[in-house]
Nanobody
Framework: QVQLVESGGGLVQPGGSLRLSCAAS????????MAWYRQAPGKQRELVAA???????NHADSVKGRFIISRDNAKNTVYLQMNSLKPEDTAVYYC??????????????WGQGTQVTVSS
């Protein structure tokens, strides 16, 4: 069973920066992708950024140029560097892992979430 533990959330002023971390433990297939999602009050959960085990990345248009996803495969850890934060970035941020041995049979895990609040 895979466990995801997030850290790094908190309160920051507009224009500030935060770095989220998510450490994965357990049996993880080499083929995998890790991602950050967020959910603001009253809104649906949305993808923020994703990164494959090979290092390919994808960022939502709303965070391009401000957020950067990266990972350390040796530590099974994914990071989200968030710069130039805006009040609309306020949300609970969730770490996600999808991994597979065969593409037709994927496994998915979620972290417990970490609150990010951008406010003056």
């Amino acid at each position: 069973q895979v466990q995801l533990v997030e850290s790094g959330g908190g309160l920051v002023q507009p224009g500030g920066s935060l770095r989220l971390s998510c450490a994965a433990s357990g049996s993880i297939f080499r083929n995998n992708a890790m991602a950050w999602y967020r959910q603001a009050p009253g809104k649906q959960r949305e993808l923020v950024a994703a990164i494959t085990s090979g290092g390919s990345t994808n960022h939502a248009d709303s965070v391009k140029g401000r957020f950067i996803i990266s990972r350390d495969n040796a530590k099974n850890t994914v990071y989200l560097q968030m710069n130039s934060l805006k009040p609309e970035d306020t949300a609970v941020y969730y770490c996600n892992l999808v991994h597979w041995l065969f593409v037709s049979n994927r496994y998915e895990s979620w972290g417990q979430g970490t609150q990010v609040t951008v406010s003056s």
